[in-house]
């Protein structure tokens, strides 16, 4: 081979190496974004069967118009999983007309979702990628 099929060969290998580094990392990316993504659609999930638990009367199983009934096994009263595919899902506080939820993935610990409720509306929804979500101790 001569000197330039060899410097031909090299930078061929270079520009796939290159490829293949850069698809492998847009794939990583993509995948902590759907993460986020399903976690954050169960979340606001847990938000709405929240929101219906709260407005039933106490008579029926409900929360008579507050949250607080939650902030101890919430996930459980609302007969939800907290273990959900891509992660764990958790009331972390509950008062009488605040909520929020947050959850964190299991395969990329440093992604995580928040949903704040104030009322019977979501007043704001957080992601990060991270780790500055994460589940209070």
């Not at 169960?42 to 939650?70: D, M």
């Amino acid at each position: 081979m001569g000197q330039q099929q060899m410097l031909l060969l090299v930078f061929g290998m270079f520009i796939v190496g290159m490829a293949v580094f850069y698809g492998i990392d847009l794939l990583e990316n993509r995948t902590r974004r759907l993460h986020a993504d399903l976690l954050m659609s169960y979340a606001v999930q847990v938000s709405s069967q929240a929101t219906i638990w709260r407005s039933k009367g106490s008579p029926f199983l409900g929360g008579g118009g507050s949250y607080e009934n939650l902030n101890i096994d919430g996930m459980d009263i609302l007969a939800l999983d907290e273990e959900w595919p891509p992660g764990v899902v958790k009331i972390t506080y509950a008062s009488r007309d605040s909520l929020v939820i947050t959850a964190v993935s299991n395969h990329y610990e440093e992604v995580g979702v928040r949903v704040h409720v104030s009322g019977i509306h979501i007043k704001r929804t957080s992601t990060a990628f991270d780790g500055s979500i994460y589940f209070p101790q």
